[in-house]
């Protein structure tokens, strides 16, 4: 429950860039694509163990009780979920209310 939580709390501000950044018409294919991408992230969050230990990396359980498959899988996924941080915060762009409201026909938050 807390990860499941704590996934809902990192992920609203893409899910409101979404709905932000789309025409009213291109919004259900927008939150289409981004389930699909979350999706597939899940997917290969979950078989990336897997896929570390047959290519070599350590499945055995050390003195931490963690294994190096298990540890830098974890890595992988902070790392990548860092970056898309990262690149969304630093090349999406805001619109001032004004320049909104011309696209969206409405103030910001407001629906129609």
């Given at each position: 429950?807390?990860?499941?939580?704590?996934?809902?709390?990192?992920?609203?501000p893409?899910?409101?860039?979404?709905?932000?950044?789309?025409?009213?018409?291109?919004?259900?294919?927008?939150?289409?694509?981004?389930?699909?991408?979350?999706?597939?992230?899940a997917?290969?969050?979950?078989?990336?163990?897997?896929?570390?230990?047959?290519?070599?990396?350590?499945?055995?359980?050390?003195?931490?009780?963690?294994?190096?498959?298990?540890?830098?899988?974890?890595?992988?996924?902070?790392?990548?979920?860092?970056?898309?941080?990262?690149?969304?915060?630093?090349?999406?762009?805001?619109?001032?209310?004004?320049?909104?409201?011309?696209?969206?026909?409405?103030?910001?938050?407001?629906?129609?």
């Open positions: 429950m807390v990860m499941d939580a704590s996934f809902n709390i990192a992920m609203e893409f899910r409101a860039l979404v709905a932000d950044n789309l025409p009213d018409r291109q919004r259900t294919l927008g939150f289409s694509v981004q389930t699909f991408l979350i999706g597939m992230g997917v290969v969050a979950s078989y990336l163990p897997a896929w570390m230990a047959r290519f070599g990396v350590s499945q055995v359980t050390v003195a931490n009780g963690v294994a190096d498959n298990i540890k830098y899988s974890f890595y992988i996924g902070a790392a990548v979920f860092i970056i898309a941080i990262l690149v969304t915060v630093f090349f999406s762009k805001e619109y001032p209310p004004e320049e909104y409201a011309r696209y969206h026909g409405g103030a910001p938050g407001c629906r129609r």
